[in-house]
């Protein structure tokens, strides 16, 4: 029985980041970004005005209090100006318009009055380079704008579209194939007669599996025969990573190691200190990952966090920051565990002046009815077996 962390790492030691693709730009929220992006310009690429205002020269007319000045041309954003600035004269400008030659200073607007005609007088004095944004001020060209790894949101997704790039080189997603494998488990829309048992696990594997940047192809209801999984992994060779639920315990009808085996896969891991989730199998098939997850629904959907979520995020390309976020939280009510494992308690993180941990109640693998809305783990260590309310406990933030 392995540690949770010693399996983890191994885990993401065979893990590499996927190849490359290119995608359009608007397909890439969320993605990861494969190579730096640097901008070619300067940014802002050419000097403007921060501000609806007057441009500027400055000069010998600053020492007349409540200068006048004649207005040359009006320069909205986008107009290329016409006329260069003297000492005396000025141009109306508004935000983000391109300067005039000879531009010292923006006035705003409201330190001015028109007067009528095309003259204006001035408030008060400018400061020199007051109000403009001048070419370079805020990145000079060549230099890196957003890092190799990062994960796209809709700011990047802004600075990618003012730099033009509609194709933005990202890790490709990884491939993963799921499949459930019971007698006694049917597909949903079909009736299950006393003993059967909806598959509830692939849809949930394939929801995680989407949250968590991967790719999901369902691969379906594997018999309880080595014969039908050895033939269904047959159909899953462009997968990178392939999950399976259920026949990973010690029971007769429990043969998912036996047929890795078989079929040549080098099998890493059997069983792990966790609970729920303790039969978990981690092999290495070719290219290709291998999780025997455990079949009850709440095992699966544990392991899932904390063996493949970790998997998924490396093999997307995210550079560090693989493990699920730790914390501490105090519980709003008494955790208890058996002690004989790391214990993964299910239930609720919320913020009200701090972090509280709400347990979900009667914890039992077996129990998916209440996990509605989990967002955390609390984790009570192997001889730990009890928190009382009201105190810290460390949690994992799904
Ligand atoms: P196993 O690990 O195959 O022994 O399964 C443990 C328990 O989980 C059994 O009660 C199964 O019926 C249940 N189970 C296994 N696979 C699934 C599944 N795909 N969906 C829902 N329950 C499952
Ligand atoms: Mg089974």
Redesign the pocket.
């Known amino acids: 029985m392995l540690p949770v962390p010693v399996v983890q790492e191994l885990i993401l030691q065979r893990v590499t980041p996927l190849g490359v693709e290119k995608i359009h730009l608007y397909d890439s929220l969320g993605r990861v970004l494969a190579e730096a992006i640097v901008t070619p310009d300067p940014i802002p690429a050419w000097d403007n005005s921060a501000m609806d205002g007057y441009a500027v020269a400055l000069g010998d007319w600053q020492l007349t209090p409540e200068p006048v000045l004649t207005i040359l041309e009006e320069l909205p954003a986008g107009k290329i100006p016409q006329k260069p600035l003297q000492p005396g004269f000025c141009s109306r400008v508004m935000t983000g318009a391109l300067l005039p030659e000879g531009t010292e200073a923006v006035v705003m607007q409201e330190q001015a009055e028109v007067l009528g005609g095309d003259r204006v007088q001035l408030r008060g004095y400018p400061r020199s380079g007051q109000f403009m944004r001048k070419r370079g001020e805020f990145r000079s060209s060549g230099e890196t704008l957003i890092t190799q790894g990062t994960a796209i949101t809709p700011a990047e997704i802004g600075i990618l579209a003012s730099l033009n790039k509609l194709q933005v080189p990202v890790y490709r997603q990884p491939l993963v194939a799921i499949l459930?494998?019971?007698d006694?488990?049917v597909p949903l829309g079909v009736d299950p007669r006393s003993g059967q048992?909806?598959?509830?696990?692939?849809p949930t594997l394939m929801a995680l599996v989407r949250q968590c940047g991967g790719i999901p192809k369902a691969m379906g209801i594997v018999r309880d025969t080595p014969e039908a999984l050895i033939t269904l992994l047959g159909q899953c060779a462009d997968a990178d990573f392939i999950l399976s639920?259920?026949?990973?315990?010690v029971?007769t009808?429990?043969y998912v190691e036996a047929v890795l085996e078989r079929l040549g896969a080098e099998v890493l891991v059997r069983q792990v200190n966790m609970k729920p989730g303790k039969?978990l199998t981690f092999a290495q098939w070719g290219q290709t990952l291998y999780w025997g997850l455990?079949?009850?629904?709440v095992s699966s959907f544990v392991g899932f966090w904390l063996m493949v979520y970790p998997a998924l995020r490396k093999a997307a390309g995210h550079p560090h920051d693989w493990l699920p976020k730790e914390m501490t939280a105090v519980t709003t009510a008494a955790l208890k565990s058996g002690g004989d494992r790391r214990h993964y308690l299910r239930g609720r993180l919320t913020w009200q002046d701090g972090y509280h941990f709400e347990p979900f109640g009667l914890d039992n693998s077996?129990n998916f009815a209440n996990l509605s809305q989990v967002n955390a783990f609390a984790v009570l260590e192997s001889g730990q077996t009890r928190v009382a309310a009201g105190c810290e406990v460390r949690v994992v933030v799904l």
């Open positions: 459930s494998t019971g006694e488990l048992v909806l598959d509830s696990n692939q639920s259920g026949g990973v315990s029971g009808y429990d039969p455990p079949g009850n629904p077996g």
